[in-house]
């Protein structure tokens, strides 16, 4: 085994799974296109349920000024959205899933974007992509990446069958992430105590309702600009700890 293992085999999840996806999406009519697509909105909501419980946690409480956690979520997300809202966070993910989208070949009326935006975001997105890089990094074992990867296979496989190979290319940003939380784990150790990730958990299940309403076409939010929350949580927590 080598460092860096369970993000491969993350990544090789997310190819095989919208190649199948992609091989299936064709064979599907337009009205069952559109209805898997509402059940992952769906199910990406009620996945995000479960990342939004360590709000309720006594845990997370005790580890907070009484009344504060729903505060550093408030404002780790405020924060975080003016910030990738200043940095156009969002047009620059576009940006960079359009000159994919040319590189690939597909067509302007594809769902290349989307399927690449919303892919990136839901891969990236909690606990486990941060949790299971480190623990590859401090060569703890690849256990939390490998129940990623079944859940990213699925959902790979769902997404692709809708919008396309898109969803492929979500393997670099995914890379990227990954690798750097990897690189964290090894050089840095153990980084974040439990608080920090429970308050980074919860506002990535903020972010999983974003995309679930994307999804459902309710709402199209600007997720990707509420990413630098994900940084700010565990510093304002950590200085609510402190006090």
């Given at each position: 085994m080598f460092v860096g293992l369970g993000t491969v085999f993350n990544l090789l999840t997310i190819v095989i799974g919208a190649g199948i996806g992609i091989a299936l999406g064709g064979r599907l009519p337009k009205k069952s296109q559109k209805m898997i697509t509402d059940v992952l909105g769906l199910i990406t909501i009620l996945g995000a349920t479960s990342a939004l419980i360590p709000l309720w946690s006594s845990d997370f409480k005790e580890s907070l000024p009484d009344g504060s956690p729903l505060l550093l979520i408030l404002a780790s997300m405020l924060l975080g959205g003016l910030i990738g809202t200043a940095l156009k966070i969002e047009q620059r993910v576009e940006s960079f899933g359009e000159n994919l989208r040319k590189r690939f070949k597909a067509s302007r009326e594809s769902s290349f974007v989307e399927g690449f935006?919303?892919?990136?975001?839901?891969?990236?997105?909690?606990?486990?992509?941060?949790?299971?890089s480190v623990s590859d990094g401090m060569s703890q074992g690849i256990d939390q990446l490998i129940l990623k990867s079944?859940?990213?296979?699925?959902?790979?496989?769902?997404?692709?069958?809708?919008?396309?190979?898109?969803?492929?290319?979500?393997?670099?940003?995914?890379?990227?992430y990954q690798g750097f939380w990897t690189l964290i784990g090894l050089f840095a150790g153990s980084v974040l105590e439990q608080y920090q990730i429970q308050a980074m958990t919860i506002c990535g299940g903020l972010m999983l309702v974003g995309i679930g309403l994307r999804l459902l076409d309710i709402k199209k939010m600007s997720v990707a600009n509420l990413l630098p929350a994900l940084?700010?949580?565990?510093?304002?927590?950590?200085?609510?700890?402190?006090l």
């Open positions: 935006v919303s892919a990136s975001l839901l891969f990236v997105i909690g606990p486990l992509a941060i949790l299971g079944s859940l990213d296979f699925f959902a790979a496989m769902a997404f692709a069958s809708t919008l396309g190979i898109g969803v492929m290319a979500s393997i670099i940003p995914v890379g990227i940084v700010i949580a565990p510093v304002l927590a950590t200085v609510l700890h402190s």
